[in-house]
Every structure is written in C-alpha cells, then in structure tokens.
C-alpha cells in the first residue's frame, strides 16, 4: 500500500530512485513534452493532484490531465523548465513553490504523438490554484491509496480512432483517469509501492 504521510523514510529512497537512469534503453519517437506529477499531503494521506483539460483545446480536450505541454525549444532551458513553466500558467503554482523529486520514465501518447517526460514533484498544501480557463476546466484530486485500490480500476476494450484497443483507467467520484496520465500514475504508484516494500 502507498497510503500515509511521505515521511521522510519514503521521501529519501523515493528522490533516489526517481534520480536513477531510466529504465528504457532507447528513446521513443515523438514531438517532446513534459508534465508536473503534483504530490502533497492533506489529512494525512497523500494525493496526486490533476486536472480537467478545456473542451476547447486542440489535443486531448475534456481529458484528466497533469499540468504540463510541449516543450519549447527557444523558450525551455530543458523539459523540466517545460514542466514548470505550464504549470504555473495552467494552473498557478509558481516554481519556487515546487520541489521536484525527479523524472518517472517517458511516455508516448499513440494518437497525438507526444513523448511526455513526467518530473514528480511535491507541492505546498493549500494552495491558492488559479487555473487558466482557456487551458482548465478544473482541478482536483485524489488520494494515493484511493488511485491504489483495486476496485479504483477498470479494464476495458474502447474503439480509438477506429482501432480496438485495451484500455486502463481509474474510476473514482465521476473521473476516468485513461492514456498517458493512467500509465503516468500507475508507473508512479508501483514505485511508491516497491519503496515502501523495503
């Protein structure tokens, strides 16, 4: 289980592992991406916090999401610059408020064709969000052991871009959590749960 308080036992080996190489061995093709995985601590759980992209956006509209986009190549020093820099102007959370943890492995989005880079990062709790109306619905979030239980998840087959596919997703109060963001906090959530196995 990864529920509880990040304490400083977990704090530790979960910098360390994130700050090891990635587990790939060759880098997937796609437009480059980044995102913030936010991770705060709220009466004594942990949760991830998301949010609702707008219905009007040209990629992955009215999709949960983590805060982040395309990387900026005259603009961004480097994906976590990305990261940072969509985050604070999806969302608000300026970047001295962020303390980064590390970078999971990438991931690659099949229709739209972005390689998204995840850089995990705790964040104050509360916080005053002031989320774009043009980038975000809402924003909200769900506590890990909630994301960790097993009955939080659903297995299905959906028809994408008239492909039938598998799909993973995590159910919970209304929300679908499915594609890169499910794999994204999956892969996050194994991690946690390997640690906390030590």
Known sequence: MVSGPMTPEVLAPLRSALAGPPSRSA????????????????????????????????HHAGQVAFPGGRHAAGTDANLLATALRETEEEIGVAAHDVDVLGALDPV???SSNFLITPFVARIPHPYEFRPDPHEVHD?????????????????????????????TSYRHAGRTIWGATQRITASLLDLLTAIRAH
């Open 27 to 58: 880098p997937l093709p796609g437009t480059a991406a980044a995102v913030l995985v936010p991770i705060f601590e709220r009466d004594g759980q942990l949760h991830l916090l998301y949010t609702t992209r707008s219905s009007t956006l040209p």
């Open 139 to 167: 924003i909200f979030s769900i506590a890990l052991a909630v994301l960790d239980d097993p009955t939080t998840v659903v297995a299905e087959t959906w028809t994408i871009d008239g492909r039938t596919v598998p799909v």
């Open 108 to 110: 690659h989005t099949l």
